[in-house]
C-alpha cells in the first residue's frame, strides 16, 4: 500500500512539474507585438469659420504640407462663401456642422431649437456640395451642457466630436503666432491621439501662421494628419 501510495504520489508531482516547466516557457515566448506602440495620430480641426480673411491662408498651408483637417462650419458664414466651402471640400478636406448662428442663448434654449439649428446649417452646406454630413461639434464643446440636448442629437443620428488639446486662439485674443505655437505644443500632453482645436474665424490670421509651425512639430514626432 505504501509503494502505491508513493507511485501516486510522485505521478502527481511529475505532472505538475512538467505543467510548471510549459507555462514558463509560454510565457517567456510570447510574441513581440503585444508590447507594439499605439499608432501616434493627429486631427486638425478648424471651428467659426469660413472667413476671406484666414481659411484660404489656412488651406494654402494646408495643401502646401500635404495634410487634411476638419472644418467645422457655422452655417451662416459658409452661405455667403460657397466657393471657399467648394475649395475645402476638393481639396480633401473634412467638413463639419458647428451650428447655424452660433448664438448660445438661442440654440441651447431647449433640444427642439439646437437640433433646428443644426438642420438649417446642414441645409446650406447640402445646397453648396449636395452631400449631408452627420459629424458635429457643439459651439463651446459638450462637456458642460445638459444630458438632454447632447442626448437629442446623438437620438437624431448625428456624431459630435471634441477636442484634447487646443492652441488657444479663442482663450487669448491678441496671441503672437508663437504663443498659440507654444499652446499647440503644450496642451496635448504627449497623448499618442490629439484632437487639436483650432479656428479659421476673421481676425484669426496669427492661428494660421502657426499652422506653419505646427504641422512640421507633429510630422517630425511621428504624427499621421487625419480627418474626422
Not at 507594439?36 to 480673411?53: M, N
Amino acid at each position: 500500500m505504501k509503494r502505491k501510495l508513493l507511485r501516486i504520489g510522485f505521478c502527481m508531482f511529475l505532472t505538475v512539474a512538467l505543467l510548471f516547466c510549459y507555462q514558463r516557457h509560454q510565457t517567456m515566448h510570447k510574441p513581440a507585438f503585444v508590447f507594439a506602440e499605439e499608432e501616434k495620430s493627429i486631427y486638425l480641426t478648424f471651428d467659426d469659420g469660413p472667413s476671406d480673411s484666414t481659411t484660404p491662408l489656412i488651406l494654402d498651408t494646408l495643401n502646401k504640407e500635404n495634410v487634411h483637417a476638419t472644418f467645422f462650419v457655422i452655417g451662416r458664414q459658409a452661405e455667403l462663401r460657397p466657393a471657399i466651402i467648394e475649395r475645402i471640400f476638393q481639396g480633401g478636406h473634412a467638413l463639419g456642422i458647428h451650428s447655424y448662428s452660433h448664438e448660445y442663448a438661442q440654440i441651447y434654449s431647449s433640444p427642439a431649437a439646437l437640433l433646428a439649428d443644426i438642420k438649417k446649417c446642414s441645409a446650406v452646406l447640402e445646397s453648396i456640395l449636395g452631400l449631408e454630413t452627420n459629424l458635429y461639434r457643439f459651439p463651446g464643446g459638450s462637456y458642460s451642457l445638459r444630458e438632454e440636448l447632447t442626448g437629442c442629437v446623438k437620438n437624431a443620428g448625428y456624431r459630435y466630436v471634441d477636442w484634447n488639446a487646443s492652441c488657444r486662439d479663442a482663450e487669448l485674443p491678441g496671441a503672437t503666432a508663437e504663443e498659440l505655437f507654444r499652446a499647440a505644443v503644450e496642451t496635448p500632453a504627449d497623448r499618442h491621439r490629439i484632437v487639436m482645436l483650432l479656428h479659421d474665424s476673421a481676425h484669426r490670421k496669427n492661428t494660421a501662421e502657426a499652422l506653419k509651425k505646427i504641422i512640421p512639430y507633429y510630422k517630425n514626432r511621428g504624427y499621421t494628419f487625419k480627418t474626422l
